[in-house]
């Protein structure tokens, strides 16, 4: 068995015990989410943030959208993802956030914008991008494990170099593991927001 086969079967397993581990949790879900929020708003990374790229919840995620509200409250410029399954390669692109703007059917069971909102595009004038990133689990030290589709992983290997960007995961608590096996496209988080 190559080395390949060894890595996704033991991110194959790490998946099923973290799916487990969110059922055996489901009841402290939304007060970690709370929680979580909190900290994220409370952040320095926030704070100076003129752009927060979030996303909107699947159940077993962390829900931010708290986050994503206050943002636009605050005066931030928020864009949340659109996946495109049907290109040749993983493709989510940020459109701006709006409650009027909310796809109900979007791919996956994840609440989309439309696509006619605006794109965002690194070009613009922001000094300090956000990026909350959700997944099945992190470690401490910033590996990440998606879901399996790379379509973050994608997007955080084109970031461009000459912008301030964090990239956080945010995760519950029983999301934390004491390592990830990672090839080569796996992307490290800058930090990571949780219990």
């Known amino acids: 068995m190559g ?3 060894i890595i996704n079967r033991e991110k194959t397993e790490l998946r099923k015990k973290i799916k487990l581990a969110l059922k055996e949790n489901a009841s402290k879900m939304q007060t970690e989410s709370e929680i979580i929020c909190r900290k994220i708003l409370a952040s320095d990374e926030y704070k100076t943030s003129d752009v927060i790229l979030s996303y909107m919840p699947l159940p077993q995620e962390t829900d931010i959208f708290q986050v994503t509200k206050q943002a636009l409250a605050d005066g931030k410029k928020v864009f949340i993802p659109r996946v495109y399954p049907n290109e040749k390669s993983p493709v989510i692109k940020f459109h701006e956030f709006s409650t009027q703007l ?3 059917n979007g791919n996956y069971g994840i609440k989309e914008p ?3 909102a605006m794109e965002f595009s690194f070009a613009s004038k922001c000094r300090k991008i956000l990026i ?4 099945v689990a992190f470690t401490k030290t910033g590996k990440r494990l998606g879901h399996g589709k790379a379509y973050y992983d994608c997007f955080l290997s084109k970031l461009p170099s000459d ?9 519950f608590s029983f999301q934390i593991t004491e390592d990830i096996p990672s090839e080569k496209h796996d992307i490290l ?5 949780s219990i």
Request: aromatic share 4%; with cysteine; charged share 25%.
């Open 132 to 135: 909350l990133v959700p997944g």
């Open 102 to 104: 909310i796809n109900e």
């Open 163 to 171: 912008k301030k960007i964090i990239k956080a995961g945010v995760c």
């Open 3 to 5: 080395n390949i086969e």
């Open 189 to 193: 988080m800058d930090l990571i927001f």
């Open 114 to 116: 439309s696509e006619s």
